[in-house]
């Protein structure tokens, strides 16, 4: 059959293969636990269901405008002023369905044939995929643990070609949990703007962040790196509403309006019962937000002191996010009987059988040397899991 050459090289997303492996066991009757998942394992606060429910039973289930309703925009221009110092008008804004595709629309309004897009490594794994689909080359620049996993101002201007048009910044990481530093951020801008590159900044995990780091928005730090900047967010990760599917951009209003547009040919709105949670989500109470954060707090630690008690894995203390991101190079080589573990693929195979453990491999973030474990699950959850991994990966010799 003849399908388009832009898809050719499209994989699916390994991380739901992963989920799906482990179901797969779990329906045999094996008792897995898994480290694999990309979403919060906390259930959506009540106000917001009760909030969708309402906007059921009073008919708010038909079209809205393709970007999102004023009322929700309006939401996001509030949070935005409130917690991040930026202003936004809602000719500024655009909401999606799901950050990830608020993602995929900038890509494609910004990226065609022959031009490039940075994408530091460990990435998150929809970027390059994005990039190709857009028929734009993904530039992969490998960072380095001993920087805490974060580009420098140099790699990144070595990076910049004539074809560069974008940088993706995420901040706190998927999959290593690192965070920029305001100051950090101020140089990584200073070169964006001499270079005159647009920076796509996701931003999904700015809520769950740790320890004594402050969350800093890259728009917020000039107005030359304000015109250059798409900001993106959305509610999946910090209220727990993954399956809404509502994420949201703002940048210039040229861009934001391309991206409309465009998401008017494809999705039009994002569901309607969606931007009514959407909208509670962020006007309503916020404490929820914080028990759930501090909640991760305590099994980021767990995590970490674990995984360090394990014979040939050593692991940083991520500043956000709900990963931990385990060094593995000195497993590699090693195996049992006569067969030798030689890639991240091969240990997280060998954790699945062995220890009943689902991890995600490094390689699909661009960093064969590790392994992501996600702490959005239960500490007995996580407590069993890491006996597990330790008895299994003792085993090996
Ligand atoms: C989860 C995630 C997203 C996408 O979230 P949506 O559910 O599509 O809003 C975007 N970026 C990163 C880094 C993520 O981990």
């Known amino acids: 059959m003849q399908l388009a050459n832009r898809v050719k090289d499209i994989k699916p997303s390994s991380t739901l293969a992963i989920s799906a492996r482990a179901n797969a066991l779990r329906a045999e009757g094996v008792d897995v ?33 393709a970007g999102g309703t004023v009322e ?17 008008d809602i000719a500024q804004i655009i909401v999606s369905c799901g950050a990830k595709h608020s993602l ?15 994408i530091p490594a460990p990435y998150w794994l929809s970027y390059p995929p994005m990039a190709l689909l857009a028929g734009a080359d993904p530039v992969i620049i490998n960072t380095r643990e001993e920087e805490g996993f974060k580009i420098t101002p140099a790699q990144l201007k070595k990076a910049i070609t004539k074809k560069t048009r974008a940088i993706v ?40 962040i740790y320890d004594d780091s402050i969350f800093t ?25 993954t399956g809404w599917r509502i994420g949201y951009a703002a940048g210039p209003r040229e861009i934001i309006e391309a991206m409309t547009r465009t998401q008017s040919h ?12 959407a ?30 008690l394990v014979e040939g894995m050593s692991c940083p203390r991520p500043q956000g ?48 040397n590790y392994l992501r474990l996600s702490y959005a699950t239960s500490l007995d959850n996580i407590k069993k899991g890491m006996d597990r991994i330790e008895e299994a990966v003792a085993g090996l010799k």
């Open 33 to 65: 636990v898994s480290f694999g998942a990309g979403e919060p394992d906390f259930d959506t606060p009540q106000n917001i269901k009760d909030t969708a429910i309402r906007a059921i039973n009073e008919g708010f289930t038909k079209y809205c405008p």
């Open 72 to 88: 929700l925009k309006e939401a996001i221009a509030e949070k935005f002023k409130k917690d991040n110092g930026l202003s936004y």
């Open 169 to 208: 910044l995420n901040s706190p990481s998927n999959p290593t949990g690192a965070s920029y530093s305001k100051e950090e951020l101020e140089r990584i801008a200073e070169v964006a703007v001499e270079k005159n590159v647009f920076v796509i900044s996701d931003e999904i995990y700015e809520k769950l």
């Open 104 to 118: 995929y629309n900038i890509i494609q309004v910004i990226l065609e044939e022959g031009t490039e897009i940075i």
């Open 321 to 368: 996010a709900f990963y931990v991101f385990p060094n593995i190079s000195r497993l590699l080589g090693k195996g049992f009987g006569a067969k030798r573990i030689n890639s991240s693929a091969e240990l997280a195979d060998y954790l699945l059988n062995t220890a009943k453990v689902a991890v995600v491999p490094g390689v699909d973030f661009g960093a064969d």
């Open 217 to 241: 928005s890259i728009a917020s730090l000039s107005k030359e790196i304000y015109d250059l900047t798409i900001t993106v967010n959305g509610v999946s990760k910090a209220y727990a509403m």
């Open 279 to 308: 909208t509670e989500a962020l006007k309503g109470p916020q404490e929820t937000v914080e028990e759930m954060r501090k909640e991760f707090a305590k099994r980021r630690d767990y995590m970490v002191d674990r995984c360090n």
């Open 266 to 277: 494809s999705t039009s709105n994002p569901t309607s019962i969606s931007l009514k949670a």
